[in-house]
């Protein structure tokens, strides 16, 4: 078939079955996003994990010097609404163990070697990063030498930023 034959052959198809050869368009197209979708899907998860290898090699960022910024400085809303907020989640995951005020004195600490940590003792807990806390209570205290300090993997984001908050407001002495 000569080229003018094919060109002319395929006018006539598209006049003659319009609907049906938009819809071939339209479906080529949406095949090709979702490809393009997918792929980019795959290249971000890829980075998060490189991001979490890096993260749990830890050694690697502490000889390379100071953590990236935006780790160390996790931003926390430090306003009554959010650490009213952090208070009642604390009230009823970490207050158990740490007291409702932080002291270290919750029901089950009785059983507890070592106990836990004092959140009122600005002079210890003013040093911890708000990305630091993050990760002992999202991963658990077992990666940082305290196996009985439990991680939370289920709360949100969000949700362990106000915990933060509450933690930061048990502290006379915080400073953000
Ligand atoms: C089963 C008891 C238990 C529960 C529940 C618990 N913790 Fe802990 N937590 C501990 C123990 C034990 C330690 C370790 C004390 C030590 O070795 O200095 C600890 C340590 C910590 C530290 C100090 C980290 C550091 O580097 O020194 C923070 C902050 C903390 N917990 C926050 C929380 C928050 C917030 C919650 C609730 C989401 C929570 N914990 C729930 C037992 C618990």
């Known amino acids: 078939m000569e080229y003018q034959e094919i060109h002319d052959d395929l006018t ?3 006049i ?7 819809m071939k368009s339209v479906i080529s197209v ?10 980019a899907a795959f290249a971000s998860c890829g980075g ?12 690697a960022s502490a000889t390379a010097g100071a953590p990236p910024a935006a780790e160390a400085n996790l931003a926390i809303d430090l306003s009554p609404e959010h650490v009213a907020l952090g208070q ?19 029901p089950a600490a009785v059983a507890l070697n070592p106990k836990p940590r004092d959140h009122s ?14 990760k002992v209570i999202t991963q658990g205290g077992a990666a940082f030498g305290y196996p009985t300090m439990p991680a939370q993997p ?23």
């Open 48 to 59: 998060g994990s490189d991001k979490l290898n890096q993260d749990q090699q830890g050694g």
């Open 121 to 134: 003792n600005g002079v210890y807990m003013d040093k911890l990063s708000n990305d630091h806390i993050f």
């Open 88 to 106: 009642a989640t604390y009230h009823t995951t970490c207050a158990p163990c740490h007291g409702e005020k932080g002291k270290g004195d919750g």
């Open 16 to 22: 003659n079955h319009p609907v049906k050869y938009l």
């Open 154 to 176: 289920t709360l949100k984001d969000d949700t362990v930023k106000n915990v933060i908050a509450y933690v930061r407001s048990l502290s006379a002495t915080y400073k953000p």
């Open 12 to 14: 006539s198809y598209i």
């Open 30 to 39: 949406a095949v090709l996003v979702s490809f393009v979708t997918l792929a």
